[in-house]
Nanobody, 124 residues
């Protein structure tokens, strides 16, 4: 079993920055890709970014490319999503995720474990 605990998020004005972190614990952490998904009210959960634990290869959605970056700290079993130049359309609940092929498929179907989610609200 893997436990994912998010922290960070909150309220920020458009153009600002936020950082959300996810601490992972439990078995098989090192064999899963880690990712972030988000879900706005009335919308489906969508892929934001993913990273491989071993090589640190990252992939981000086109909608956040150039603004969001994902990194990991293997020693602390933590991944971080740094969000810059935030837009009102980035408002959503952000979920940390772990799964065997997230960097390849980038789809919620391939998530094995979910965090509880953290709210990010961007005001105009």
């Amino acid at each position: 079993q893997v436990q994912l605990v998010e922290s960070g998020g909150g309220l920020v004005q458009a153009g600002g920055s936020l950082r959300v972190s996810c601490a992972a614990s439990g078995r098989t952490v090192s064999s899963d890709d880690m990712g972030w998904f988000r879900q706005a009210p009335g919308k489906e959960r969508e892929f934001v970014a993913a990273i491989t634990w071993s090589a640190g290869n990252t992939y981000v959605a086109d909608s956040v490319k150039g603004r969001f970056t994902m990194s990991r700290d293997n020693a602390k079993n933590t991944v971080v999503l740094q969000m810059n130049s935030l837009k009102t359309e980035d408002t959503a609940a952000y979920y940390c995720a772990a799964g065997p092929s997230l960097t390849r498929y980038r789809n919620p179907t391939f998530v094995r474990y979910w965090g509880q989610g953290t709210q990010v609200t961007v005001s105009s």
